[in-house]
């Protein structure tokens, strides 16, 4: 099996593919990680744990 699929392979035995879904979701779960980091960092900063 795998890991990403390109687009001109036809096979559907992958784990990732190069889709605008696939894209599209990465891209928002990384946007809530930067986030809840920052979140995390502005809490630690207002609580004085840092």
Excluded: C, N, P
């Amino acid at each position: 099996m795998k890991f990403v699929k390109e687009e001109e392979d036809e096979t559907r035995d992958y784990i990732l593919q190069k889709d605008t879904k696939t894209k599209f979701g990465a891209k928002i779960i990384i946007l809530i990680l930067i986030v809840l980091v920052g979140a995390v960092v502005a809490s630690g900063i207002h609580f004085k744990w840092f």
